[in-house]
């Protein structure tokens, strides 16, 4: 008796997942109009150049905040060629050095495939153009360097960039995962 529990048990569970794949267009979340999904997330690309403290504002306007890079795979999925330069998330404008994530955070240095730095980032550049007398306490998302996604450039934090906005996929059901 226990066992056929069990087995019942496991097999709504393995269908419930085979049903969200298969139906994945009905039962998960959708992005609104102009947002790109990927999984449970939508994400925005702007055209529009703003401060980051502005980026972040029109995210939040939009119920999301500026995008939070989680691993490898999601830096690739956002790389735009060419004009890949927008705001991020992070910043170390609360204390130098100490960066975190807009939903507070801290970026994980011990694993390094959690930091895609550029090399020689980030340097608080203080120098004259385009940086403040405060240096760089913004992260901008650059280009990729070939084959290599070290592609993060502190920046400060009043160069007006593009940015990418993110939030989850909004639905009356549970997102699939």
């Known amino acids: 008796e226990r066992v056929a529990v069990v087995v019942l048990l496991a097999a ?16 998960c979340g959708k992005c609104q109009e102009g947002w790109e999904q990927n999984g449970p997330q939508c994400y925005y690309f702007s055209t529009d150049k703003l401060t980051w403290e502005q980026a972040r504002d029109e995210c939040r306007r939009d119920g999301a905040d500026l995008v939070k890079i989680e691993s490898e795979d999601e830096l690739r999925d956002k790389m735009v060629e060419g004009e890949g330069k927008f705001w991020i998330g ?34 608080d550049w203080k120098g004259v153009n385009n940086a403040s007398v405060n240096g760089e306490d913004c992260v901008r998302m650059g280009e990729k360097y070939g084959s290599h996604l070290k592609c993060w450039f502190d920046k400060s934090c009043m160069a007006p960039q593009k940015r990418i906005c993110e939030k989850s996929a909004e639905t009356g059901r549970p997102t699939c995962i």
Do not use: H, Q
Not at 14 to 27: G, H, Q, S, V, W
Not at 103 to 113: A, E, S, V
């Open 12 to 27: 709504a569970v393995i269908a419930f997942y085979l049903c969200c794949d298969l139906f994945k267009a009905d039962t």
């Open 90 to 123: 992070l910043t170390d404008s609360v204390t130098e050095d100490t960066w975190l994530w807009t939903d507070g955070t801290p970026l994980n240095k011990r694993f390094d495939l959690l930091t895609f730095w550029s090399k020689g980032e980030p340097d």
